[in-house]
């Protein structure tokens, strides 16, 4: 059996990639590809945070902007991250993971309230922990969150699950001579306005020192391959001094 490069992770997945080609909703074959990959990765004795954005439901302002307070569109996406969570959970758990959920706002009737040190006793103990709610604050990413909670874990790394393979210097949709980078440095995605994540989700990653690593969700078996240290997608981390 291959050795894992990384014990500990934080595992990011936007909602628009689980929804497939649906674009919208859920994609159950995509879930449980992610899923089965996760329970090889566990099996090997890797820990694995979940945070998992809403976006294939709702946007917050982006979806609500103009029409309604931000505030609470906001609170409408972290709801949004509570259903993905949920379904995630629950395919993880058909496949024999043991899985907690836990909520930045309190749904005890759904799932566990976030507690730090909980959330650390449950990954040393095996268990996949799945972030809901964002941060549980409006104006804050999922991205955000991501980076604060793989703070909060030690995770030695954050995995950014997405639709693009990694990152470019635009659009690859739009423009198919887009460029795609192998390695960038912190400094380098906020310089060129990067879309990699929010730029206070980028601040924080560079301030905690916690390795991004951009790759396409599309074939499962690329979170098993990210974790055995195999270079694909975009890395961004500190830049070495010369």
């Known amino acids: 059996m291959q050795k894992p490069l990384y014990k500990r992770v934080l595992l990011k997945i936007s909602g628009e990639a689980l929804a497939g080609e649906k674009k919208t ?94 959330a650390v006793r449950h990954l040393e103990k095996g268990r996949v922990v799945i972030f809901a709610c964002g941060t549980g604050n409006p104006f804050f990413s999922t991205d955000t969150a991501a980076v604060l909670r793989a703070a909060e874990i030690d995770a030695e790394v954050i995995m950014k699950a997405t639709n693009v393979d990694g990152v470019y210097d635009c659009d690859p949709v739009k423009n198919s001579a887009a460029v795609k980078f ?40 690329n979170i098993k391959r990210v974790i055995l240290g195999e270079r694909i997608g975009t890395i961004v981390r500190k830049e070495e001094m010369k």
Not at 204 to 210: A, T
């Open 25 to 118: 909703g859920l994609d159950f074959k995509v879930i449980e590809s992610v899923c089965e990959t996760v329970k090889q990765c566990v099996d090997m004795g890797v820990q694995i945070g979940i945070v998992v954005g809403g976006g294939n439901f709702w946007r917050g302002v982006k979806d609500g902007g103009g029409h309604m307070d931000r505030t609470r569109a906001d609170h409408m996406g972290m709801l949004a991250t509570t259903i993905n969570s949920l379904a995630v959970a629950d395919v993880l758990e058909q496949q024999g993971v043991n899985v907690r959920v836990q909520t930045a706002i309190e749904m005890r009737a759904l799932a566990e309230p976030y507690v730090r040190n909980r």
């Open 182 to 221: 192998d390695e960038l440095s912190y400094d380098e995605v906020l310089a060129r306005h990067l879309n990699i994540m929010d730029t206070t989700a980028t601040s924080l990653s560079m301030d905690n020192n916690i390795p991004i690593i951009v790759f396409a969700l599309k074939n499962g078996e």
